[in-house]
């Protein structure tokens, strides 16, 4: 392995106990020592080692064998044996400084003790096997990586600048905040920013998994590692470098590799007194039987090389085939905790419903509809909450008056907001928020509101100086491909539920149009975490989906949780533990199916190991299963995990 590489990549046996002082911080690194991984992992001379000790191994058995020429023979396969030990015996040693006993060491200890006792052939044979069944599930473990590798391939390597009246190249890394970037037709965006000039069509696979370009112009957001197919562009930067949302879909895809599932730290905590009782086991046998080969038989077939790599190497597979169709997930333990779960809880704003809501109604009490949205509008004109949103839009549409920003705003969260305003303070929200500052609703007021609530719609009420003066009502239409996601949770047994800030009225009717089991409305964010808690208790583990607004505590308090809000949620892709790239809601029967067919397959490899074991260990006993044979069908068995786990690649929901 070329030095560059050689300080940050670890081999197979270690990678399970990194110490903390190996780990990468920068995020550009993390990107280089995975490339540099996967194509140094076995370079050429580890190759040509094996080809000449295989060479030497069939040389030798043809002397000892068939000519009857032992002493030269010996002499060959002693080599062969030297050659392939040598690299497994210094594995082993390593694993020893941080105090783990691995498989090389059992291995170690075999062809060690095969040597000594003049079992020349079967040194040979058991280390070139080994060494072999190394090359072959290095090469089996790239396949399994290929999602992410062709993830790792999209980063962009280039990037065109405006700089003093010229373009010049510079790599991503260099390009500064508010630098000018140009991009061609058939090139890769370097930078996540707003589009300054120009129109374009980009394919924004790579980050959000969408497989249809995007037409962009300006004044549109744009993320580093799309693709422009047609058209051209100029970009103002916002995010460059290690910060754009591309580098940090890809640090969080390598982190999620490292976070084990609770099977995976089971195996591996067994794993750990599994191979000493071995050693210990392989002592017991000679003293009783006074068998030194079947003592090394004993260590070389109970390697349990098939059960520790069981679990995370489908892990793996399950990620890469995520992280390729716009599915973040966060890693091993998301996968379990989300395919276990009887009850899937939905948050309603952004995600059972579209998040863009429209007003639909505008009723005035003793004010004019053009003072009504004028003061609202003002109130909101900071909100980025969607429903806040929809009125500034409206109230810049409908009103004579140019909307002017608050002095001071005030976001109560669950409730509404309070704005300090030219012409005094503006409340805008629910009854709570109404009850809670002393503002009293006549019963006209409270008619409409009911008639309002009864259609389905979100009413707000908005109070100038504690005097109700309007309601404005809103209707959020359902998202797309909500309803069939429903139907498939039926079908899978999942109940559903529904959490919501939003009235009982307007819960109930989106509800009934999508067939939710339960509903709980009319919640502030500290009480969708008690219903989380609750859900749990009654039913078990619970799944919590939601578009990171609103939701991030309940988010945080699910045993699993699912952001549909797509890139631009900084805080639902920090909180959730799958996150669907291109905030499309159809994706998360994917997710859900994706990770329950990784744990079918980890459970699948775990049979087939533990099983591979037990008929080993009754060959050996029974003088049935020599040290070589043991050794090839430990490797094939291997090899055979790792082919069952390279099938989730191919997973495509059906």
Not at 508 to 524: G, R
């Amino acid at each position: 392995m070329s030095k560059s590489c050689s300080t940050l990549v670890e081999s197979k046996s270690t990678a399970r106990m990194r110490p903390a002082h190996l780990k990468i911080s920068d995020r550009l690194s993390k990107i280089s020592v995975m490339r540099c991984w996967m194509k140094n992992r076995f370079l050429p001379s580890q190759g040509v080692r094996l080809a000449v000790a295989a060479g030497l191994t069939t040389v030798g058995s043809l002397l000892v064998f068939a000519f009857g020429v032992d002493t030269v023979g010996n002499i060959l396969l002693l080599l062969a044996a030297i050659i392939t030990a040598l690299p497994i015996a210094k594995t082993a040693l390593t694993a020893l400084r941080y105090k783990v006993i691995g498989i090389d060491l059992l291995v170690t200890i075999a062809v060690i003790g095969a040597i000594f006792i003049g079992e020349y052939w079967e040194a040979a044979v058991v280390a070139v096997l080994f060494s072999l069944g190394h090359w072959l599930e290095a090469r089996a473990i790239n396949k399994t990586r290929s999602a992410i590798k062709s993830l790792l391939d999209e980063a962009p390597d280039v990037a065109w600048v405006e700089r003093d009246g010229e373009i010049i190249e510079l790599s991503p890394a260099e390009v500064l905040k508010n630098d000018i970037v140009v991009i061609k037709s058939g090139q890769k965006i370097p930078v996540d920013g707003e589009v300054s000039s120009g129109q374009a069509s980009v394919n924004q696979a790579t980050v959000t998994g969408e497989s249809m370009p995007v037409d962009k112009t300006d004044g549109d957001y744009v993320y580093a590692g799309s693709i422009i197919t047609s058209g051209y562009l100029k970009v103002s930067a916002e995010k460059v470098g290690t910060n754009t949302m591309f580098a940090r879909i890809l640090e969080m895809v390598e982190e999620a590799q490292d976070k084990k599932a609770k099977t995976q730290v089971f195996l591996e905590r067994f794993a750990s007194y599994y191979t000493p009782a071995i050693i210990v086991l392989a002592i017991v046998t000679y003293i009783i039987s006074q068998d030194i080969y079947l003592a090394l038989t004993l260590l070389v077939i109970a390697c349990p090389g098939a059960l520790v790599i069981a679990t995370p190497i489908s892990i793996v597979a399950g990620i890469g085939n995520g992280a390729r169709n716009g599915i973040l997930i966060k890693g091993g333990e998301s996968i379990e905790n989300i395919s276990s779960s009887r009850v899937i809880a939905f948050d309603k704003t952004g995600t059972l419903t579209e998040g863009q809501p429209r007003v639909v109604s505008v009723k005035a009490f003793d004010v004019s509809q053009d003072k009504l949205l004028t003061l609202a509008g003002t109130a909101e004109y900071y909100s980025e909450h969607p429903l806040g949103a929809s009125i500034v839009e409206h109230a810049s549409q409908q009103t004579k008056s140019t909307l002017v920003a608050p002095r001071e705003t005030e976001v109560l969260t669950g409730l509404g907001i309070k704005a300090t305003t030219d012409q005094g303070i503006v409340l805008v929200g629910n009854r709570q928020l109404m009850k809670s500052s002393a503002v009293d609703l006549k019963p006209a007021v409270e008619k409409h509101l009911r008639e309002q609530e009864t259609a389905g719609r979100t009413a707000m009420l908005v109070a100038h100086d504690r005097t109700i003066i309007g309601v404005i009502s809103v209707a959020d239409p359902i998202r797309s491909g909500a309803k069939e996601v429903i139907e498939q949770l039926h079908r899978d047994n999942k109940k559903v539920v529904m959490l919501t800030g939003d009235n009982q009225h307007t819960a109930t009717a989106i509800a009934k149009q999508l067939s939710i089991d339960e509903i709980y409305s009319q919640l502030m964010p500290t009480n969708k975490v008690e219903h989380i808690t609750r859900l749990q208790q009654k039913y078990g583990k619970v799944t919590m989906v939601g578009d990171g607004v609103n939701d991030a505590p309940a988010l945080a308090a699910a045993d699993a949780s699912v952001a549909t809000g797509g890139v631009g949620k900084d805080i639902a892709m920090e909180v959730a533990d799958i996150v669907l790239l291109s905030g499309d809601i159809s994706k998360l029967s994917y997710a859900i199916g994706l990770s329950q067919a990784v744990v079918h397959n980890i459970k699948t490899n775990i049979y087939f190991a533990v099983g591979i074991v037990i008929v080993l260990l009754i060959g050996v006993l029974t003088k049935n299963v020599i040290m070589s044979l043991g050794m090839l069908i430990h490797v094939i068995s291997v090899l055979l995990v790792i082919m069952n786990a390279s099938r989730l690649l191919r997973y495509n929901g059906k």
